[in-house]
């Protein structure tokens, strides 16, 4: 709950100051973020980054099946880490009018058709199985981005390729990731 307030109080400071000072502050609001340096821990990662190390391990494993929480069914929205950068190169060099903007992608997907993308990355050729007795989260977050696309700036790096890239990074850096002890 304080992490909301913080975020919320960050927007609104920026806000008054734009409209106080007259100073060009944008506040830029991010959908799921994923790519490089991403925290693969399987206890504290999110969704994506975990599925990638899952996959790669039970395919390391014989192509074990892959236990995911929830139905599959909750649709999200991801947007790869270096198009956020992008979107911020872009705020800083183009005077935005409004002072908050969505930053996304503007489609999703079911966290299902996730599994079985980054399955098909991975090349684990196991099945799927899903722990219906762990929780599926909002069934929906999907982030209106046409005021960043009125403006001028587009997500460029499409899903699959991001995930391939980011799976690339994984494979190439996993001997340095370090788990979490709780």
């Not at 992008?86 to 058709?113: M, R």
């Not at 196991?126 to 929906?140: A, C, E, L, N, Q």
């Not at 209106?144 to 391939?164: F, N, P, R, T, Y």
Request: glycine share 8%; net charge negative.
């Amino acid at each position: 709950m304080n992490g909301i307030i913080a975020k919320i109080a960050g927007l609104k400071a920026c806000e008054s100051i734009r409209k106080q000072f007259g100073k060009d502050y944008v506040s830029l609001m991010p959908t799921n973020l994923y790519g490089p340096n991403d925290n693969f821990d399987l206890h504290t990662s999110h969704v994506l980054p975990a599925m990638i190390r899952k996959f790669h391990e039970a395919k390391l494993k014989g192509h074990e099946p892959v236990r995911l929480w929830g139905s599959g069914s909750p649709m999200r929205e991801f947007l790869h880490v270096d198009e956020l950068a992008q979107a911020v190169c872009f705020a800083v060099e183009n005077q935005l009018p409004e002072h908050l903007y969505n930053v996304g992608i503007g489609q999703d997907l079911s966290i299902k058709s996730l599994a079985e993308l980054i399955q098909s990355i991975v090349g684990h050729s196991g099945t799927i199985t899903w722990d219906s007795s762990k929780p599926d989260g909002t069934p929906r977050k999907l982030l209106d981005v046409s005021k960043m696309a009125s403006q001028g700036w587009h997500s460029a790096i499409d899903l699959e390729e991001g995930i391939s890239q980011t799976y690339q990074w994984f494979l190439v850096n996993s001997n340095q990731i370090k788990e979490v002890k709780l």
